[in-house]
Antibody, heavy 121, light 108 residues
């Protein structure tokens, strides 16, 4: 059964770059049926889609974050990553990684447990 | 930017039917899906392609679409259905995804 696990620093200073990695286990990351996505959720608020990447490296980003976001994939390591630059307190949130299945019409069918990132000096 | 609008809250008695709407201009062009999120947990996919249920999701969860609105219906609501629910769909060009504003379902 496929599982996703987020990892990375829980505390990032303002103006620095937030870096998170999602490790995929139990299935291939290279299947053409899947994309890999990042989502975040500030405490007590709703979900915000950050972006997604295909196994070939094609990306789509949230227009409101596009200038600061980079998502990359390393199929050999079965990982995909998120970098968010110039962070502020507004970027404090629980960050989730998720699998996007084309047979589910681009719905996210498997999610990581989430990791909390706080932006503070 | 594109938005999907949901009612903030829906209250329902056990055994009754809860209906949650999600409105957006691109919904006639793009399929929507729905997630259930309980406190402290990651979201769970309950409906995809407007009305299809993934395996393992109870039959009491159903979805429908009409024009610019999609609806999640929970028939015979149970206490365990108390959660936040989010719709998700792409913008009209399919360039990016958007989540709805979220609806808190309270089982009275």
């Amino acid at each position: 059964q496929v599982q996703l696990q987020e990892s990375g620093p829980g505390l990032v200073k303002p103006s620095q770059t937030l870096s998170l990695t999602c490790t995929v286990s139990g299935d291939s990351i290279s299947s053409g049926s899947y994309y890999w996505s990042w989502i975040r959720q500030p405490a007590g608020k709703g979900l915000e889609w950050i972006g997604r990447i295909s196994t070939s490296g094609s990306t789509n980003y949230n227009p409101s974050l596009k200038s600061r976001v980079t998502i990359s994939v390393d199929t050999s390591m079965k990982q995909f990553s998120l970098k968010l630059s110039s962070v502020t307190a507004a970027d404090t949130a629980v960050y989730y990684c998720a699998r996007v299945a084309d047979y589910y019409y681009f719905a996210m069918d498997v999610w990581g447990q989430g990791t909390t990132v706080t932006v503070s000096s | 930017s594109y938005e999907l609008t949901q009612p903030p809250s829906v209250s329902v008695s056990p055994g009754q039917t809860a209906r949650i709407t999600c409105s957006g201009d691109a919904l006639p062009k793009q399929y929507a899906c729905w997630y259930q999120q309980k406190p402290g947990q990651a979201p769970v996919l309950v409906i995809y392609k407007d009305s299809e249920r993934p395996s393992g999701i109870p039959e009491r969860f159903s979805g429908s679409s009409s024009g610019t609105t999609v609806t999640l219906t929970i028939s015979g609501v149970q206490a365990e259905d108390e959660a936040d629910y989010y719709c998700q769909a792409a913008d009209s060009s399919g360039s990016y995804e958007v989540f709805g504003t979220g609806t808190k379902v309270t089982v009275l």
